[in-house]
């Protein structure tokens, strides 16, 4: 990829891709940022003076480890593990861990990065980092996830405290895997330091509205981002990709707020249910069960599943990709731009390629970049750890309010900084400028850390 911007956006940029060989995943969001943020920079020349960029796209530390657990064959089995701690100029650094096989240095990179501008866009002093495995929980039993679980804690714990470092869920990643990974640094440490994790059961120090958090923060956000041109959710079709927590809890609030979600989907396919989709079953086929997406389609008369094929052919005026990074292209952009799309927010981190990002904004479509779309979940995260620190807990209409409150304050931080910067109702310009606003003055003020 290549990206038009000043000098020495340009030159950063080039380093940083030949200093991290073989990561397209890590390129492809600096790329991404690095060329949104560069009204900011030629307004700041002072940035360029204090090395800002080049030390911005160095993680601050990076730790891989090896990860031996036994299965319940008696197998040895060893995965890797890592944590990088992008950013800390706002606060702790702050991201999610994600088990999945596709985990390697680039994906978390990339995730480590994004989450230092989204955690600095929710103003709530936390820093960026990302973690995970290659670990893969489909198929291993409750006592190999356990097992894998305490072993990784046991490296993961040098790095980590409430005052440090405070990790949290991601894709393969819920309050199962959080607890055992809570209970092992717990003892290790022998200290019930609550705010070392978030995304803790509602008994054992988390919070009230974290697990429905970043999928109801993304239908707040494009509630906001439609009544910006005088529209509402109501009666609209919505395509909803992925089907885990964020699919889920995007799909509840569309719901609520009289929208309608008709499809979900895994790796192996998707569903359309036109009649909507039914959340009881979806979270019986998904989380109680543990089976592929195709159970949904077996049990719900009316609803079809499909294996092969894309599900933003689908028609519907909202798009929310809520499954992972790249998984909608410049074709799936057009195929939704053919069908009448309106909106698209992004439920993941990176969902969209660069290309179907410029075809969707080209034709008009409002589009909401990840970082402030789906803020919701490390916002309420922040407020978890607030909690823990005051050892208090919210209800669950105030924590809702607030969480209302703060994907309204974003939304209104990335526009403003989308006209202060030139670019009108373009949220990614909008969201990455407001976000590194923030992490760059912080670094200014702090020294050449
Ligand atoms: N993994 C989530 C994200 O991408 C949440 C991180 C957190 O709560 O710390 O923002």
Redesign the pocket.
Known sequence: MTISVSPYISKVYDAAIARNPGEPEFHQALGEVLESIAPVVAQHPEYAEAGILERLVEPERQVMFRVPWVDDAGRVRVNRGYRVQFNSALGPY???LRFHPSVNLSIIKFLGFE?TF?NALTGQGIGGGKGGSDFNPHGTSDGELMRFCQSFMIELTRHIGQYTDVP???IGVGTREIGYLFGQYRRLMNRHESGVL??KGLGWGGANVRTEA?GYGVVFFLQEMLAKRGETLEGRTAIVSGSGNVATYAIAKLQQLGAKAITVSDSSGYIVDQAGIDLELLKQVKEVERLRISAYADRRPGAHFVASGRVWEVPGQLAIPAATQNELGSDDAAALIRNGVVAVAEGA?MPSTPDAVELLQQAGVLFAPGKAA?AG??AM?ALEMSQNAARERWGFEESEARLSGIMSDLHAAAYDASEKYGHPGDYVIGANAAGFVRVAEAMLAQGLI
Request: proline share 0%; glycine share 32%.
């Open positions: 702050k991201g999610g989450q989204k949290a869920g991601d978030t995304g970043t981190n789906n979940g490390v995260s």
